[in-house]
Each structure stands twice: as C-alpha cells, then as structure tokens.
C-alpha cells in the first residue's frame, strides 16, 4: 500500500519512512513537513482521480477552483450540506450572501437547545492531542511505514489537493479543505503535519489574541469538523482551548 502511494506522490517531495525508530519531524521555518500514515481509502481515491489525469493536472485544476472561493462562500456550501437531510434543509443559494454569523446560527440549528452551544467563556483544562507513533501505528492499515511529505511554507494548504481524503459522510471535500487550511495558514500561520484517511492534524504559529477571536476561530472550526467538541463541554471552553495550544485536531467519523 505505501509503495502504491508513493508512486502517485512521485511528483512530490517524499520519503518512505520505517515506524521502527521513527522521530517525529519537527515542520522548520519555510515548509510543511507531513507525515501520511496510508490507507486503502487515500489509495482508492489516488486511484480514482489519476484514471484520467495525473496527480498534479488534478491539483493545478482544483487550484483555479481555489483560488476562486472564499471561505465563507465554502463554509456556506458545507452548512447547506449539512442541513440538506433535515427539516431545515436550505438550499446553497439561500445561504449565498449572508454574514459569517448568519451561517453559523444557520448550522447550529442542527445542535438546538444544547448546552455545547454556550458561547460563554470557560476555562478549558483538555491537553493537546498527542499526535506519537502510537497515534500513526494505530492508523496504519498494512506496511510498518509512513510517507513523509515535503511542501514549501506558501503552498501547505495545497495539502487536502496532494493527499485527497473528504469529500464522504461529514468530511468536507478536498478543495474546501483547501480553501479552509488557505484561511488557517494566512491567519494563524498552520503547519500542517499529518494526515491519515480521517484526520487532519495542524500546528498553529500564532494563537487567537482575544477571547472574541478565539470564539470565531472555535466556531470555524466547529462548521469545518463538528467532532473538534468532542471532550469540551461547551464552545467557550473550546475557545479557551484554542488560546491555550497550538494543536488543531480534525477527525471525521
């Protein structure tokens, strides 16, 4: 499995690394050093998008497309999806427009009534997600290795482009994972250093510098990935959180 995606990354800057005596790398100053732990499902869609065209066409292709789309245009297209099956269903066009709040209040009517909502402020005191070897052995389906993926500093939200995963049940698709890291990276200056078949895990440079900051920046991320409240009471404490740590963790069921 790790030798078949490393051929479709064979346009990259990549090593096969042994998890024996792996260390995790530390991202430098001027790129984005990722650790890929494989998966049949990375593989399957590496598979299905390079039948007609080569990795990189695909990625210079879903570029144009971001650069064309904002994040509240993305974060729009995901709150339609995500109310499309329900009784509040809207339509992308009904969502085109509005504020950041409007979308937001419009999401968390799938959550109405629940104390997760409470935007109060709450001391957090949740670690960070301790992303070790344990962490990449238990994602890693075959082979006792990983990919290590080098991307320069400007071009680390290409990431979702070049290791395609989303796009299935709450994950959202990889040029709108794109898009969003885009938003992360010229915010928050994001490292991104791993990825498996469902998670993304970042490092953040700088921290949210008021707590209104930090909510908006908790409220992004809560459209993005729902789970991230998994293990905070409330999206205050989340925005503590956020204050507080420089790990973003990103996992879809």
Request: net charge negative; hydrophobic share 40%.
């Amino acid at each position: 499995m790790v030798e078949e995606l490393a051929n479709y990354l064979s346009e990259c800057d990549i090593e096969v690394l042994d998890l024996d005596g792996l260390t995790l790398p530390v991202p430098k100053e001027g790129e984005h050093k990722i650790l890929i732990a494989p998966g049949y499902n990375l593989v399957e869609m590496m598979e299905e998008i390079c039948e007609e065209e080569t990795l990189s066409e695909y990625v210079n292709k879903e570029l144009e497309q971001v650069q064309r789309l904002g994040m509240k245009d993305v974060l729009g297209k995901i709150v339609a999806s995500r109310l499309a099956y329900t009784d509040i269903a809207l339509e992308p066009e009904e969502l085109e427009g509005k504020s950041f709040e409007e979308l937001y209040r419009s999401y968390s009517l799938l959550w109405e009534g629940s104390e997760m909502l409470n935007e109060e402020f709450g001391e957090s005191d949740t670690e960070p997600f301790d992303w070790n070897t344990a962490w990449l052995q238990g994602k890693v389906e075959e082979d006792e290795q990983v990919i290590l993926l080098t991307l320069p500093a400007e071009a680390g939200y290409e990431a979702p482009l070049w290791v395609p995963m989303g796009g299935y049940n709450e994950c959202p698709l990889p040029e709108h994972q794109s898009v969003i890291f885009k938003h992360f990276q010229q915010m928050y200056q994001i490292k991104i250093v791993a990825v498996s078949e469902d998670t993304w895990i970042l490092q953040a440079g700088k921290r949210p510098r008021t707590f209104d900051e930090a909510l908006r920046l908790a409220k992004e991320h809560f459209i993005f990935c729902q789970y991230v409240m998994d293990g905070f009471p409330t999206l205050g404490h989340y925005a503590d959180y956020l204050m507080k740590h420089d790990i973003w963790y990103f996992w879809w069921d």
